[in-house]
Structures are given as C-alpha cells and as structure tokens.
C-alpha cells in the first residue's frame, strides 16, 4: 500500500488516528464479521514536540501503521507507547514500532507479562488512576479488567477530554470516515452490538463498572480501538452499553438447523408460539446464517428457540457449536423451547434440553415430533 493512500487523520489538535484498516476482512477472533475491520490507534503529540503512541494494529497491518505514522513525524520521535491491551489486533505491530524508535512503554502489571513473555519488551507498570505526564501532557490510566482480558486499561486525556477505550465501544466498521457524525451511527451502533455479543458479552459485569466511571469523566470523545470515533452520539453508546451489561433481554431469537427441511417446515409453527409471547422476535437458519450475528441477536434476547433434526441421537454439529457459543459467551436468556423433527430414535431434544437446563434456562414448550 503506498504512503499517499496510508495518510494519518488529525482528529484533535495534535491527536492523530493512525490505525488500520482492512475493509475486506471477514474474519476477527475467529468469527465472522460483516463490514470489515479496523485496528485504532493514535499519535499524540508533546508539548516537547515528541510523540506517544497509544495502542498500535495487527501485526499485518504494521506497515499501514508505519506509514500513517511517518504521514506525521519519523518514528524516531515517538518517546512513548501506551499499551492499553496486549492481544495481537493491539500489540501485534510492537515488535515493528520498536525496531523504528526507542520509547518508553506504559501498561498494566498484567500487560507489561504479556509483554516480557510474548516479546521481551520490558514495560513501566501503570495502576488504575495513575497520572502520568508526558511531552507535557497529562495521562491518566483507569485498569478495566476482563474487559475483555485481565491486561486491559483504558487511557484519558482530561486536558482533550478523549478517552481511548480500547476494545470498549469498539465495532467492526470499516467506514471511510473516522467520525460517528460523518459514518451512518446506526450501523456503527449495530456494529457495537455485534462486537459486544462476540467479544464482552461474557465480562458484562465488569464492563459495567466501567460504563459507570467512564460517565464521571468529562468526555468530548471516545476513541475506541476498533471502529468509528464517538462524539455526538456518546450518549447514545453509552445508553447501548448500558442495556447490553444489564444481563435483562427482553426479545426472543429462534434459530434452526434442518437436514432434509422437515425442521425447516416447523418454523412457522414455532415462530406462531413465541409470537404469542413476544413482540420482537429474530429468526436464524443455520445453514445460511452466522453464528456471530445469532449471538448478536442473543445479546437482547431473554428466549432462545431452538430447532434441530436428530443426528445421530444429538443436535446436529451447527446447532451444538450453537449451545457451545451460548455456555461460553453467556447470552442474558432466562428460558427457551424446543422443536425438530426424527426418524427414528430421536435425542436432540432431550440433549438440548439437557444442556440448556444446566445452564439454568426455563424451558416453556417443546414441538418436537416424528418426521
Ligand atoms: Fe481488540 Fe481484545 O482485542
């Protein structure tokens, strides 16, 4: 990629975005994802005229960095680089930035292991609500653990009022713009919730205690590591934040694996039950439909209704990769229902039923029947 299409954006008086982006991407984490992907990070500069660096991209990407990096300064400048999270769409670029300049590196005790054993980098260990000045700036860190690993923090520029949140309030979205007023916000909402289903649904009550001390801050952005950059419409990223952490869906989704479309045939039949129960009501072939945007949908869902042939006396393999995503990233449901069809044992429904009771759902009806 040549350097004039690989340009930093100025976002804030000296703030520069110089992540990636990779708008044909289609996998992140091992899931699918539905409009590409970006990997934030921005350049600060000093009242000493030298850089930090906060976060940097995939190792992939790190020439895209590089690039948007040197479309400012020679990276030779940069005397500081906060590591808010170490997973690899964050640090995996560090090797490179490091080859290129010789910084002081800030992150948390965790990350800072992270670090040692992943490259051999030696970091200086921040804690929450460490201040730090640099180049004549002032950082403040805030730790926010298991959002989504044990390493995360997230780093504030009061004098700016910018938070850069890291995976929090990140999407896959890769817009042209870097602005929540200049990208369609409801998709870039969409996106948040798709990235939260797949990604922090399962640390939603810690992400909730950092929803709550992000609202005491004083914020003119919030500048995520993935996706558009929140300004006007921070009220409503938050007010999204807080439904998703609340651990209360209100919906139902009902999802389906067919075989020789006999359970295929019985979704109407179903989707007729739950719409007697429920307004809002999303449905998932699975033989069409991905399994990231099925969590998506499970993220607001207090019902979950399941239909699956018999397959050898159990669920067929997508819809016990299904049950496998719901046990591992804990969905707010409270009950579900069942229907399929069998030849002859049958065993899917007592397996889903099985299942699903262990991880304490209510079960309310079951249309299961001979083919
Ligand atoms: Fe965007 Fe947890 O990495």
Redesign the pocket.
């Known amino acids: 990629m040549s350097n004039t299409m690989c340009k930093a954006a100025e976002i804030a008086d000296g703030i520069y975005a110089v992540g990636a982006t990779d708008a044909n991407e289609t996998r992140f984490h091992g899931y699918h994802v539905n409009r590409g992907v970006t990997y934030n990070a921005y350049l600060i500069k000093g009242n000493n005229g030298k850089f930090t660096l906060v976060d940097t991209v995939r190792k992939e990407q790190s020439e895209q960095l590089v690039s948007k990096i040197r479309s400012v300064t020679d990276p030779k400048n940069i005397e500081a680089v906060i590591i808010n999270?170490t997973?690899p769409?964050?640090s995996g670029a560090f090797p490179e930035i490091m080859k290129l300049c010789d910084p002081a590196v800030y992150a948390t005790a965790a990350a800072a292991k992270f670090l040692k054993n992943m490259f051999g980098a030696d970091a200086s260990t921040v804690k929450n609500g460490d201040q730090v000045s640099i180049g004549g700036r002032t950082y403040v860190f805030a730790a926010t653990p298991m959002v989504?690993?044990p390493d995360n923090m997230v780093t504030y520029l009061p004098s700016e009022k910018i938070l850069f949140s890291n995976?929090a309030f990140?999407q896959h979205y890769a817009s042209k713009e870097v602005f929540d007023t200049l990208s369609d916000v409801n998709v870039a909402l969409e996106e948040a919730t798709h990235y939260f289903a797949n990604?922090v649904m399962p640390y939603r009550a810690q992400a909730a205690k950092a929803v709550q001390a992000v609202k005491t801050l004083k914020l003119d952005m919030i500048a995520p590591?993935?996706g558009t950059i929140w300004t006007e419409h921070i009220p409503d990223i938050l007010k999204l934040y807080d439904a998703l952490c609340s651990g209360q869906g209100s919906d139902a989704t009902l999802v389906y694996d067919s075989m020789w479309g006999g359970t295929a045939q019985r979704a109407d039949e179903a989707l007729a039950e739950l719409g007697k129960r429920y307004q809002s009501i999303k449905s998932f072939d699975l033989r069409n439909a991905h399994m990231s945007d099925v969590m998506a949908a499970l993220s607001a869902s207090k019902h979950v209704c399941i239909g699956s042939p018999t397959y050898n006396s159990r669920p067929t393999p997508r819809i016990s990769t299904l049950l496998a995503e719901i046990e591992a990233l804990a969905p707010p449901l409270k009950e579900y229902s069942i229907f399929g069809t069998f030849g002859w044992g049958g065993g899917a429904s007592k397996k889903i039923s099985e299942k699903l009771d262990a991880l304490g759902l209510e079960k309310t009806f079951d249309l299961t029947r001979i083919s």
């Open positions: 999270h997973e769409d964050h989504h690993w995976d990140g990604i590591s993935h």
